[in-house]
């Protein structure tokens, strides 16, 4: 063991071992022959310890190759094994930013992870709500979050607000406020209790703060508002408007009044899609017009169970807060299972002769419901649906390519019928322009297409196609045009206006009432659009939550007077079929008695 020695203005200081050159005791400059420097210390071979050498006198790191010195003091430096940017060890064997990495040595390789961040944001669409978005999931229960957090709102007294919190998924929460009193607040406030972990247990290392939440006026005892008690009027009128319709039917009516009237309650509930920041009021409020779907019908998805985290699709936020998922299969289980209803009456009146007595009273009423099933009532069923259908197709259509081989399947159903849409336009208006031409024999089948329709007109009778193409576009819009609300807005607008245009200048309806009807929800509708757009102007401009709330209002009092005016139609047209059932009724049964009279 040779030692050597440096010596400075007379004084020599003793390098350690196998060092040749020293600047103090601790750190070699230079070692003898046949050992290496690693970090001011000499060994015999670089690789005991993790490292290559770099030429005969010196050890170096080596980038890449998973080994690290066990004398590395540098906090920034990592070696995974690769020299690949973005992985959170960069080419330079450098950890990255929002990244931290574990281990490394001599046996084992650094692994790095994705630092766990929170950003905290008010939600665009929703009223009232804040966002907890994490940028990894964290598999925290609302209870475990409810536990570990403290949630306030700055300067503002707790006892006037209440808040709720909803799990989206394991990595986002909602907190949802209701307050009884107007909010207009600087800060939101959220202390955790306890240090939070991912699933590799890394801990929250950064939280960032996105504008303040402002709340409206809303309440903590719904019975007791006035939104709740415009909404329980709705849906009697609604319910009245539905009766109406329907005993008009039955007592001879067109039947157009009823579809007219599912279209308008469908058409307002669709509203709910647009990407537009809603008052709380006015997003409440819509939710009644869902009656207009056949969402009470029971759902093929639900019974094959497809409604499951497995399948789903992500949607966009508008569609997944009104409960529409992004897989088609999903949401047409009630369209479906509609169909199954009418094929099933098909069935049993198919199958009548097997049952009941050509001449009784029952099998002609099946021979008669067969026909209109087959015909009107298929037709119908697809005009209904036309519209929800072509909004499920698209969106499924909109979305990544699945990898799921029932996500697939969907895609390609939905796939299907969206083509069946678009080839129905030709068929339509062919089977239409033929209408002057068809037998009656031939006519009653496809009556649904002009029912209550100046068929003879030139224009009027392909109104119903206008209705479907309208219907198309506006389900376009919603779906392909949802991140740009002002352009959703303007094209809505010119829809309506061109509907507008139609009823005016063509007046392609036969029935008075039915024509007034259908114009003045169309005048209502252009409104509706209108005002929507300045809503979405005052969102942009940070106007207070009070005029937002108040251009609520119009909206809601401009649907519920589109429903109103739609119903006191229908009531009347209601009063004058019944009026002349019941004449008719009486006049057969005068004659009845006459006969009967002696002599």
Not at 68 to 89: A, M, R, V
Not at 473 to 495: Q, R
Request: neutral net charge.
């Amino acid at each position: 063991n040779q030692i050597d020695t440096k010596c400075n203005q007379g004084v020599c200081i003793e390098c350690n071992d196998f060092c040749k050159r020293c600047d103090n005791s601790t750190t070699c400059l230079e070692c003898h022959s046949g050992y290496w420097n690693n970090h001011g210390i000499c060994y015999r071979n670089c690789t005991d310890f993790g490292e290559g050498n770099l030429n005969q006198t010196e050890c170096a790191e080596i980038c890449g190759d998973g080994i690290q010195s066990i004398n590395q003091t540098d906090i920034d430096y990592c070696d995974d094994g690769n020299l690949i940017d973005g992985d959170g060890c960069s080419s330079l064997c450098r950890v990255e930013n929002n990244y931290t990495c574990r281990g490394g040595g001599v046996s084992t390789t650094a692994q790095c992870f994705l630092l766990l961040t929170l950003e905290i944001y008010q939600h665009k669409s929703l009223i009232n709500t804040m966002v907890l978005a994490f940028n990894k999931d964290v598999n925290l229960t609302v209870n475990e979050l409810m536990n570990i957090t403290q949630i306030a709102l700055d300067q503002v007294d707790p006892s006037i607000y209440n808040y709720t919190i909803v799990k989206v998924d394991n990595k986002t929460f909602h907190i949802i406020f209701e307050s009884k009193e107007e909010l207009d607040l600087s800060n939101f406030l959220l202390t955790f209790t306890v240090p939070i972990f991912d699933s590799d247990q890394i801990p929250l290392s950064k939280t960032f703060y996105k504008e303040p939440i402002k709340i409206i006026k809303t309440t903590m005892d719904p019975p007791d508002n006035l939104l709740e008690q415009v909404i329980r009027t709705t849906k009697v009128v609604i319910g009245i408007g539905i009766f109406s319709s329907g005993s008009a039917l039955a007592s001879g009516a067109a039947a157009t009044f009823i579809w007219i009237f599912v279209g308008i309650l469908q058409k307002y509930y669709y509203l709910l899609f647009l990407d537009v920041l809603y008052p709380y009021n006015l997003s409440t409020f819509l939710k009644v017009f869902k009656i207009g779907t056949l969402f009470f019908l029971p759902s093929l998805s639900d019974i094959f169970k497809l409604d499951g985290e497995k399948y789903s699709l992500e949607s966009p936020p508008k569609f997944k807060d009104n409960d529409v998922d992004g897989l088609f299969l999903i949401n047409a289980g009630s369209v479906f299972t509609s169909w199954i209803n009418i094929l099933i009456i098909l069935a049993i009146c198919k199958f009548r002769k097997y049952c009941f007595h050509r001449k009784g009273k029952i099998y002609k009423y099946l021979s008669i419901t067969r026909q209109n099933i087959i015909w009107s009532g298929m037709i119908r069923n697809f005009l209904v649906t036309f519209m929800e259908m072509t909004i499920f197709s698209v969106l499924q259509l909109s979305l990544p390519w699945p990898k799921h081989g029932v996500q697939i399947f969907s895609f390609f159903l939905a796939l299907i019928y969206l083509l069946v849409h678009i080839i129905s336009f030709k068929v339509i208006y062919e089977l239409i322009r033929r209408i002057k031409t068809m037998k009656k024999s031939e006519l009653l089948k496809y009556v649904t297409l002009i029912q209550g329709l100046k068929y003879r007109s030139a224009l009027a009778k392909y109104h119903e196609l206008f209705l479907m193409i309208k219907r198309f576009f506006f389900a376009i819009t919603l779906v392909l045009l949802y991140n740009i609300p002002i352009l959703e807005l303007i094209v809505l607008f010119f829809l309506d206006l061109g509907q507008l245009s139609i009823l005016v200048f063509v007046a392609p309806h036969t029935n008075a009432n039915e024509r007034l009807m259908t114009l003045a929800d169309e005048v209502i509708s252009v409104f509706i659009i209108i005002f929507m757009g300045i809503l979405y102007i005052l969102n942009h401009n940070n106007a207070s939550a009070t005029s937002k709330t108040t251009i609520g209002w119009v909206i809601v009092g401009l649907c519920i007077t589109g429903v109103l005016v739609s119903v006191i139609y229908i009531v009347i047209e209601n009063w004058v079929q019944l009026k002349k059932f019941f004449k008719k009724k009486k006049k057969k049964v005068e004659s009845k008695m006459a006969v009967n009279e002696p002599g």
